[in-house]
């Protein structure tokens, strides 16, 4: 029971995340990682902790508008930690050249439970080939 208790609180951890990304927030993304966390983006620098995950996203927010859809293909827990594989699909608009092109990834999530509550520990994703 615990287990599937867990499961449905990473589940709605992860589509709030979709949503703070749709909205591009970057207070709402921050919510959702722990203060140690580690972001691995696909073509960009890791960002470690949540100064440089700030920095990350406000740069990522004023390049381009995501619109995506995240589809939870795994996720496993033990104990305090549990990692889920995901993929999602949508568009992104590029502000500088009015573009929207699609966007497709394969991501990789570890979660921490802090204090009883689930946070996005690391997060990994790569381009959908």
């Given amino acids: 029971m615990d287990t599937q208790i867990g499961k449905a609180a990473i589940e709605e951890l992860l589509f709030s995340y979709r949503d703070a990304l749709n909205a591009s927030s970057i207070t709402l993304v921050a919510q959702a990682y722990t203060n140690d966390l580690v972001f691995m983006p696909h073509n960009a620098p890791t960002a470690n902790g949540q100064k440089e995950l700030h920095a990350a996203y406000e740069f990522a927010f004023k390049k381009f508008k995501v619109s995506t859809q995240l589809f939870i293909d795994e996720i496993e827990i033990a104990g305090d930690f549990a990692f889920a594989r995901t993929h999602s699909k949508g568009t992104v608009l590029l502000y500088e050249s009015g573009e929207v092109l699609p966007e497709e990834n394969r991501e990789l999530f570890v979660f921490h439970k802090v204090n009883g509550e689930?946070?996005?520990?690391?997060?990994?994703?790569?381009?959908k080939q």
Avoid at 118 to 127: E, L
């Fill in 118 to 127: 689930w946070k996005i520990a690391r997060y990994m994703f790569v381009k």
